[in-house]
């Protein structure tokens, strides 16, 4: 069982924890009566599915003897005109430096995507959600950013 706590912390931001004592702060834009002094709500779904799935794909890769470097993952979210105002559109781009298969990381997103990523379960049936792997070349270590 998870439990998250959200304690108001004025004007329209909140500071989220659990019982493991992590903490951030979700909040929304001046128009909304918000500071952006932290995360939008929506924003934490598209962070959830990049960690869930990052994890799995980093995992698989391990398992299957490749050699990632690096992993970034990009989440883009679009949402629908009407409220509620949920994401309908997503795409999820992993971005891999190292000695990896281009055979490998597809098969490593479609277990991810398929079988493990417990976020994707979840969001599936309320939107579009594609995935896109690619490898770039380069030397990047453990949380190195891509260039492009």
């Not at 939008?40 to 794909?57: E, R, W, Y």
């Not at 559109?89 to 992993?94: A, F, T």
């Not at 599936?124 to 896109?132: L, P, T």
């Amino acid at each position: 069982m998870a439990t998250i706590r959200a304690t108001w912390n004025g004007k329209m931001a909140f500071r989220v924890s659990d019982a493991n004592g992590h903490e951030l702060i979700v909040d929304t834009d001046p128009e909304h009566g918000g500071e952006l002094s932290g995360f939008f709500p929506k924003q934490l779904v598209l962070i959830g599915l990049a960690g869930c799935t990052g994890m799995d794909v980093i995992s698989i890769l391990r398992k299957m003897r490749q050699d990632a470097r690096s992993l970034e993952i990009v989440v883009t979210g679009d949402e629908r005109d009407e409220s509620p105002k949920y994401y309908d559109r997503i795409v999820v781009e992993y971005i891999v430096t190292g000695d990896v298969e281009q055979d490998a990381l597809d098969r490593a997103i479609a277990l991810s995507r398929d079988k493990y990523c417990a976020v994707h379960a979840m969001i599936k049936d309320v939107a579009e959600i594609e995935f896109r792997g690619r490898i770039v070349a380069g030397t990047a270590e453990p949380g190195a950013r891509s260039e492009d």
